[in-house]
């Protein structure tokens, strides 16, 4: 049996907690540092995804984006 949210329980879509994915514009966007065995690093971002906090869960899948770090 799936219950809908009452609509003060779902929250805002519109309130951003950090950047959002440039492709598909929902997504949170995640920037991550990548060591390599040689040495150096690169900085890099992918779309995770929306995350529902309230409720503990994914509501929207990653659109698969992922960029060099110059987006975040």
Partial sequence: ???A???QARGDEGQQDGPRCPRCGSGDLFSIEVARPAGGA???TYCAGLYDRDRRRFVRRS???????SEA
């Fill in 42 to 44: 690169r900085r890099a």
């Fill in 63 to 69: 659109c698969g984006y992922s960029g060099d770090g």
């Fill in 1 to 3: 049996m799936t219950r």
């Fill in 5 to 7: 949210l009452p609509p």
